[in-house]
């Protein structure tokens, strides 16, 4: 199997999975209800729409966007895998069929300007697709007239997609891909750029919680149950894909690339493994596998192929809990649960510096994540990017001052 095969059969799945969790006409109503209004963090579209119709939204996004990579021959490129599986998960909570179009017209606009292919900078598109709720929030909340909606909802969407390509490729020299969620940071700075321009103008954002709780183990079973297949099919279609894996497992996750490196199958023993952690870390807090959470799960097997493994991203886990024993939140509010999965983006952190520095950056974004919503008003669905960001630009020059002895410094 290789990586695009997976991608189409993972997303024909969630299609079938929406259709048979609603077998009724009802899903189409719901699927409407899903795409229009607000989708700033935490949109869960199990509430806002249900959860037949979010399975169906992250399945259609996913074959559309899969569409879009094979038309412009870039399925193969590295970042296409995480990015789709971001598409797909982000689809459960903030992401729909009609607001990540501008952004990625956007880009494609860059493309034609600077006469390049679009194909190798579609994925940076994709990632860029994390300020879809701007889009949304232009359309349908602002009370203005409604042309004015529409003008202004293209033309943010357009200019932020336009600019992203070359505004990201200058961030990723400040963490130096320390941070898996490079573009996260860059529209993390964008957003709150462009907010603060709209509550200048008397705009205001507001955020909310739409959180579904309920704890359905029947889903939890159907996950658990994908991501051993995963590790199964892997054996048996490549004998040597487990000694593979234990290398994978050696590397320290930066500026990887799994696929290439190790091939599909150990990469697919590694979505396995990452998968089932991330699952049990939410089983032991008690905590639902919901939109939000299901996103930040699909997340977290996207880059599987890209920078995480279980040791890696363990200790993250770890170090959000320890914060949890001492600051002032718990560890079963919806906005930690969320930002403990996405801290994993701190993972190639990890496997540079060791177990311990990394445990102090994840205990460190633990408080930076759930203060950096206010200045993007939560528009940026990769907020986590934008706080790992953060930490990334003030400890990574520390940790390479103090642990790296031939570390030369220019001033």
């Known amino acids: 199997m290789k990586a695009k095969d997976f991608l189409i059969y993972f997303n024909v799945l ?45 399945g259609l996004v996913g074959l559309f966007s899969i569409y879009l990579l094979y038309r412009f021959d870039a399925l193969e490129i ?13 689809a459960f ?44 929030e232009l359309l349908y909340v602002y009370h203005v007239h409604v042309l004015l909606r529409i003008i202004m909802a293209l033309a943010m969407g357009i200019s932020i997609g336009f600019i992203i390509v070359f505004f990201s490729s200058h961030m990723y020299k400040v963490h130096k891909g320390y941070n898996l969620y490079n573009v996260g940071f860059s529209i993390g ?19 909310h919680v739409l959180w579904y709780s309920e704890i359905r183990m029947g889903l939890y079973g159907v996950f658990y149950i994908l991501f051993i297949l995963c590790i199964v099919y892997a054996v048996f279609k490549d004998n040597t894909s487990i000694k593979k894996y234990l290398f994978l497992l050696k590397t320290s996750g930066h500026k990887a690339d799994y696929i290439k490196d190790f091939g599909f199958e150990a990469v697919l023993i590694n979505i396995g493994m990452t998968g089932i952690v991330s699952l049990l870390f939410l089983n032991l807090i008690q905590a639902p596998l919901n939109g939000p959470t299901l996103g930040g799960v699909l997340t977290i097997v996207g880059f599987a192929a890209s920078g995480k493994h279980i040791r890696n991203i363990i200790p993250i886990f770890l170090g959000v809990y320890l914060g949890s024993l001492t600051k002032i939140w718990s560890l079963t509010t919806p906005s930690v649960i969320i930002g403990a999965l996405f801290a994993t983006g701190l993972a190639p952190l990890v496997g540079e510096f060791g177990f311990i520095p990394g445990l102090i950056a994840s205990y460190i974004t633990s408080s930076v994540f759930l203060n950096t919503g206010f200045l993007h008003g939560g528009l940026n669905l990769y907020n986590t990017g934008f706080a790992i960001g953060i930490v990334c630009s003030f400890l990574v020059p520390l940790y390479e001052a103090l642990l790296i002895h031939d570390n030369d410094i220019e001033i």
């Open 93 to 136: 909570f903030g992401k729909n069929l009609l607001n990540v179009w501008p952004i990625i017209f956007g880009t494609y606009l860059y493309s034609r300007y600077k006469k390049i292919e679009f194909g190798p900078i579609l994925p940076v598109a994709f990632y860029a697709t994390s300020i879809s709720p701007l889009i949304s």
């Open 14 to 58: 969630l299609v079938l999975m929406g259709f048979i969790l609603e077998p009724s006409l009802s899903i189409f109503t719901n699927f409407y209800h899903l795409i229009i209004g607000s989708d700033t963090l935490i949109t869960d579209y199990f509430i806002k729409g249900s959860i037949g119709s979010s399975f169906l939204n992250a």
């Open 189 to 207: 700075i964008i957003s709150t750029l462009y907010v603060s321009l709209l509550r200048s103008f008397g705009l205001s954002v507001t955020t």
């Open 78 to 90: 590295n970042a296409s895998f995480p990015a789709m599986m971001l598409m797909s998960g982000f």
